[in-house]
RNA sequence: UCCCCUGUAGCUCAGCUGGCAGAGCAAGUGGCUGUUAACCACUGGGUCCUUGGUUCGAAUCCGAGCGGGGGAGCCA
């Protein structure tokens, strides 16, 4: 069987194929019943046409029931269109239906319908323009994170999902347990963590970078994707409890290499999606970012500027009536600055380097200068903050002295330190939230629909 | 977690200083037409989020709770 992505791409007029999805609409005319089939291979569908006439008793019974949302097959021939609007159709000579969609209860009307809606219907949401072509974005970006990092050497590794330490220091964190809470409550008892699974307790992950860099001190260039979990409660479009990142890890590499893995990095991902979801980034330009395929295409011919932590607030305090919070040396930069360096400074993408050390992890690699740290953050117009890293600090010393700085206890790092015991070497990465880098390809305002099935505080439905 | 907005038909929303529940789209029926967000006519369709209060009377005003959206913080 052929999908309609192939039948539009490849098939010849005059064949015989049958055609297998889901209905879009039906339009009814004196003659023939029109009817657009949808499969999910590619943003467009098939125009089926049922001539009364030429069909058999049960083509004629089947075609009763075809509505929107109903799973069918339709046999014919592939046909040029006489009419406007698709280059060929299918010339139906037979039809079944699988499941068919009554049209009183179906929730997806052949209508647009809100975000906010479909949300509540996140089962049925994939059959719509939207979130189908969403669906394919993601597909080929993830494909194109593999790409990118496998052309240039470097190994996928799988960091744990559970941990058991809590010092990743990336934020709350959630806890997982086979303790029977309930029990202990009634009891009313303290909880005995050494009876718990791993006789510890554990969490989710909340970033996979101090493993990962075990095994960049094994390998040279690694990374990882795969899920992340947050606890914090936020409630923010640009948010998941559960998002999925990426990691990359490169030894022997200090910051301006760094810079330019993750700028050649977004021009990869943006190059791909260009070349080949053309059609459903035709959509997404056309109906929910205006202006998205130009934006795209000039930042993948553009240099990304650079900017230290410094410079950038030089250039906030310059224009300091402006913001509600008054930019200093020291402060974090806030949404607002972060917006107006990328969206009015630059104009494009940026990359703020050298933090203060207070405001940035303890495992960045400090300067000379004592104050600042070796941190880059990418900053995109209309996303901000898209990635996150820093050249680490290698040097054993200087990273005890940090920890110690951080009210962290260095017990509790005794194999991350080891790797500045033996064999340490300068390195540097960083982390890319993948529901932000599809929130910047497809214009989507809201990461919740850039992402099946979200978890958010007070949402893990479905 | 804080601030602002919001909750009315399947969907998107209107409903003013409190006085009989509305529109468009969708659905059903009929008509027209190689249609394509089809078009025209008619029909059916309501726990006005929940709860307490004010009032002769509450979708409307007030309190509390729950849900949704936006902004902020946290961050990717």
């Known amino acids: 069987m052929q999908d309609i992505r192939s039948v539009l791409r490849d098939t010849k007029p005059g064949a015989s194929i049958t055609a297998k999805g889901w209905v879009r609409t039906r339009r009814d005319t004196k003659n023939a019943v029109f009817v657009e089939l949808n499969d999910g291979s590619c943003f467009n569908g098939l125009q089926c046409v049922f001539d009364a006439a ?67 219907i996140a089962h049925l949401r994939p059959r719509t323009n939207s979130f189908g072509a969403v669906a394919r974005v993601r597909n080929q970006m993830a494909f194109a994170v593999h790409s990118f990092f496998q052309e240039r050497g470097f190994q996928y590794v799988h960091t744990p999902i559970i941990t058991a330490s809590d010092c990743e220091g990336a934020g709350e964190m959630f806890q997982v347990t086979t303790l029977d809470l309930d029990a202990i409550a009634k009891r009313g008892e303290p909880v005995d963590w050494t009876k718990d699974f791993f006789g510890k307790r554990a969490y989710l992950s909340v970033s996979g970078q101090l493993n990962v860099e075990t095994y960049c001190m094994a390998l040279g260039r690694v990374y990882t994707f795969g899920p992340t979990f947050r606890a914090e409660n936020s409630n923010t479009p640009r948010h998941l409890s559960e998002f999925w990142m990426i990691e990359p890890e490169m030894a022997f590499a200090e910051l301006p290499e760094n810079m330019d893995l993750a700028e050649a990095f977004i021009k990869h991902l943006l190059s791909w999606a260009l070349e080949r979801c053309g059609d459903d980034l035709a959509f997404f330009d056309k109906r929910i970012q205006p202006g998205l395929i ?31 919070f008054k930019p200093f040396w020291g402060c974090d930069l806030q949404t607002e600055h972060e917006r107006y360096l990328t969206e009015t400074v630059v104009k494009g993408p940026l990359i703020v380097t050298d933090y203060p050390r207070d405001l940035k992890a303890f495992y960045m690699r400090r300067n000379d200068d004592g104050e600042t740290v070796r941190a880059m953050d990418v900053l995109v117009p209309r996303i901000g903050e898209i990635i996150g890293g820093s050249e680490r600090e290698y040097r054993h010393d200087v990273l005890l002295d940090a920890m110690k700085d951080k009210h962290l206890d260095p017990a509790s790092y005794w194999w991350y330190l080891d790797l500045r015991r033996y064999g340490s070497a300068p390195h540097s ?34």
Do not use: C
């Open 54 to 120: 030429s069909l058999d008793d049960a083509a004629r019974a089947s075609l009763a029931q075809v509505s929107t949302g109903a799973a069918v097959a339709v046999a014919g021939v592939l046909v040029e269109s006489p009419a406007a609007g698709q280059p060929v159709e299918l010339k139906a000579s037979g039809l079944t239906v699988y499941g068919p969609s009554p049209a009183d209860s179906y929730p997806l009307q052949k209508k647009a319908h809100s975000f906010e809606f479909l949300r509540e």
């Open 294 to 324: 130009a934006m795209l295409d000039s930042v993948r011919s553009s240099t990304f500027a650079h900017m230290s932590y410094t410079d950038a607030v030089k250039e906030l305090e310059a224009r300091k009536d402006d913001f509600e």
């Open 429 to 462: 990465g960083f982390g890319l939230g993948f529901e932000r880098l599809m929130r910047y390809v497809t214009g989507m305002e809201n990461i919740r629909d850039v992402i099946p099935f979200p978890r958010a505080p007070k949402q893990a439905d479905f």
